[in-house]
Nanobody
């Protein structure tokens, strides 16, 4: 059974940091690129960051470059998103996705709220 479970969201003040985790099971983690998306109320889901299956290549949305860092631990089948210098516009539900050659797996999301 495939499981993709995000954690680490919460309420943080502007300028603060959060670390999201995405624990997976039920598929061969090293065969999948991993991505973080987010969706704010009334907006479309957008790609925030991605990391290749082995972890050598990463990419980021322009809005988070220099503030967010994606990483993965293939021994733990887990991907992370370190978020620093958070802004109110980062408020959204953050989703983890495993992107394979023929199918994708998604988690249920974790809420991140940046507010004073």
């Amino acid at each position: 059974q495939v499981q993709v479970v995000e954690s680490g969201g919460g309420l943080v003040q502007p300028g603060g940091s959060l670390r999201l985790s995405c624990a997976t099971s039920g598929f061969t983690f090293t065969n999948y690129a991993m991505r973080w998306y987010r969706q704010a109320p009334g907006k479309e889901r957008e790609l925030v960051a991605g990391i290749s299956s082995v972890g050598y290549n990463t990419n980021y949305a322009d809005s988070v470059k220099g503030r967010f860092t994606i990483s993965r631990d293939n021994a733990k089948n887990t991907v992370y998103l370190q978020m620093n210098s958070l802004k109110p516009e980062d408020t959204a539900v953050y989703y983890c996705s495993a992107a394979g050659m023929s199918n994708d797996y998604w988690g249920q999301g974790t809420q991140v709220t940046v507010s004073s």
